[in-house]
T-cell receptor, first 109, second 113 residues
Framework: QKEVEQDPGPLSVPEGAIVSLNCTYSNSAFQYFMWYRQYSRKGPELLMYTYSSGNKEDGRFTAQVDKSSKYISLFIRDSQPSDSATYLCAMSDDYKLSFGAGTTVTVRA | ETGVTQTPRHLVMGMTNKKSLKCEQHLGHNAMYWYKQSAKKPLELMFVYNFKEQTENNSVPSRFSPECPNSSHLFLHLHTLQPEDSALYLC????????????FGPGTRLTVL
């Protein structure tokens, strides 16, 4: 079983739709949860960082963590074509960062 | 992308060639990382350096040889690679190796013929 599972997609949505991304994990020691965004031919950039279970909102982005279910989500409201990218979840247990495979999202104008 | 830079951005090499990838960070961080990114697979951590000392080597074949002369520079020396080594090689840095927030460079797209 992989430590972090993420559906690679691809996911295609119309502009203005809500994008819903998620990851599951098996290591209960993970305490820090991140979402990275990676545009084509670029390196990943940190989008959201959360520590505890619950929701964190930043503009059009909301990150959710449910430690009891070992499940994290990222929601993008009012999606724009500029949101087209690969989104990687990542999580840490203080020793190392483990990544999901990434979900490729295309927002159609 | 002035935080973490990588050169070259693209590299094509034969299996008998020797080449080097370079990474430089301008963030004042103490930890630097090499990752391999293959299509549809999670990022694979290869090496970690903290204050110029290697703290992790994730069972990487010896045909990959890292070098960290100071906290700002990281190299990955490549020798007798295999076609399956073709991938995007990403460099990252963080304040120290226990810090979760890593900043990535744009990567070097490597093709081994």
């Amino acid at each position: 079983q992989k430590e972090v599972e993420q559906d690679p997609g691809p996911l295609s949505v119309p502009e203005g739709a809500i994008v819903s991304l998620n990851c599951t994990y098996s290591n209960s020691a993970f305490q820090y949860f991140m979402w990275y965004r990676q545009y084509s031919r670029k390196g990943p950039e940190l989008l959201m960082y959360t520590y505890s279970s619950g929701n964190k909102e930043d503009g059009r982005f909301t990150a959710q963590v449910d430690k009891s279910s070992k499940y994290i989500s990222l929601f993008i409201r009012d999606s724009q074509p500029s949101d087209s990218a690969t989104y990687l979840c990542a999580m840490s247990d203080d020793y190392k960062l483990s990544f999901g495979a990434g979900t490729t999202v295309t927002v159609r104008a | 992308e002035t935080g973490v830079t990588q050169t070259p951005r693209h590299l094509v090499m034969g299996m008998t060639n020797k080449k080097s990838l370079k990474c430089e960070q301008h963030l004042g961080h103490n930890a630097m990382y090499w990752y391999k990114q293959s299509a549809k697979k999670p990022l694979e951590l290869m090496f970690v350096y903290n204050f110029k000392e290697q703290t992790e080597n994730n069972s990487v074949p010896s045909r990959f040889s890292p070098e960290c002369p100071n906290s700002s520079h990281l190299f990955l020396h490549l020798h007798t690679l295999q076609p399956e080594d073709s991938a995007l090689y990403l460099c990252a840095s963080s304040q120290d190796w226990t810090t979760d927030t890593q900043y990535f460079g744009p990567g070097t797209r490597l093709t081994v013929l």
